[in-house]
């Protein structure tokens, strides 16, 4: 099977930064993750980026019990390959944040490579009112936060999950990241090819001016040479654009309702799929194609959807 000239996307269906009020479009409940997540698979995501929340308010829920409503309902409906967050959500303790990916035993599990400020507060002027009593105090609390990814929290997820077989999507948001991520593969706790996913736009984060893109791309080559594997995701209305980007450079690209409530300069993307349908038309508009989900797991050497543990 040929992979050259093949780009994965990667979509990443709800997450934990948008909230309801934001877009009646996020998927909430595990009826709505699923379908949403089938959809995205359908346009042409080859991995699904998960995250679970409350059916009732939305709020981000790092339960097994909460990804276990939609992970078997997902496998049974797409060959696409399943990535489990191991973020959750930056209020949570790292045992909690990997419990999901330590039980299912995913292809991949995404894991942050360092500790940042990580601010959503500046989100809270956009609204008047909010759907929900959690959401205002949940944004407004981001004014003095740091998502805590210390060295001690990034062993520990991978000593509890590389047994099972999962690799990882390393989430990179700054320079720093990506010689952390380095310090583990020097000490052989991370394996080759390292999937490496530059997270651009968000505050407390590397910025979104294209030098910034060149910039996390040129370090990557320079530390890690022809073992990884480079994706970028593009938060808020730089999606596309750095997505654009990233694929003429030869890397991958993430999108989805989690990085981006957007299909346009005001218009609220109104599925995942219409984001995966349009960030691919960009791919193969540059002449390239996009991979199917089994070219994803060659190119990235996954162990294949018939050995997760759901």
């Known amino acids: 099977m040929s992979t ?21 479009h996020l998927p909430i409940t595990p ?6 997540a089938i959809g995205a698979a359908e346009a042409g995501a080859a991995i699904l980026h998960l995250h679970a929340r409350d059916p009732e308010t939305g709020k981000p829920d790092q339960t097994p019990e909460a990804f276990a409503r939609f992970l078997p309902r997902i496998k049974q409906g797409t060959n696409a390959a399943i990535n489990i967050t191991t973020g959750g959500s930056p209020y949570m303790k790292v045992e909690e944040r990997v419990r999901p990916a330590a039980e299912f035993k995913p292809e991949v599990a995404s894991l942050n490579m360092g500790s940042i400020n990580f601010g959503l507060y500046h989100l809270v002027q956009k609204y008047e009112s909010f759907k929900f009593d959690w959401e205002r105090p949940h944004l407004e ?15 520990y997820i991978l000593q509890t999950c590389y047994d099972n077989g999962t690799r990882f999507e390393f989430e990179c948001y700054d ?28 505050l407390g984060g590397i910025g979104t001016h294209p030098e910034d893109v060149q910039h996390m791309k040129r370090t990557a080559d320079r530390l890690f040479g022809s073992d990884f594997r480079w994706s970028v995701l ?10 654009a980007q990233a694929a003429a450079l030869g890397g991958n690209v993430r999108v989805g309702l989690e990085d981006s409530l957007w299909a346009g300069k005001g218009r609220l993307a109104t599925s995942n799929a219409e984001q995966v349908t349009m960030v691919r038309k960009i791919i193969e508009g540059l002449g390239l194609a996009v991979a199917t989900p089994d070219e994803a797991r060659q190119i990235l050497s996954l162990k294949g959807g018939d050995q997760v543990g759901f």
């Open 141 to 155: 609390a981001t004014k003095d936060l740091v998502f805590r990814n210390s060295f001690k929290d990034i062993e």
């Open 175 to 202: 320079i720093a990241h990506l010689y952390n991520l380095a310090h583990f593969a020097d000490r052989g706790l991370v394996k080759a090819p390292f999937f490496v996913q530059s997270v651009f736009g968000l």
């Open 31 to 36: 009826d709505e993750i699923t379908e949403a």
């Open 234 to 243: 593009g938060a808020g209305a730089s999606q596309l654009r750095i997505a």
């Open 4 to 24: 050259e000239g093949k780009v994965i996307i990667t979509c990443a269906v709800t997450g934990a930064i948008h909230t309801p009020t934001m877009s009646p």
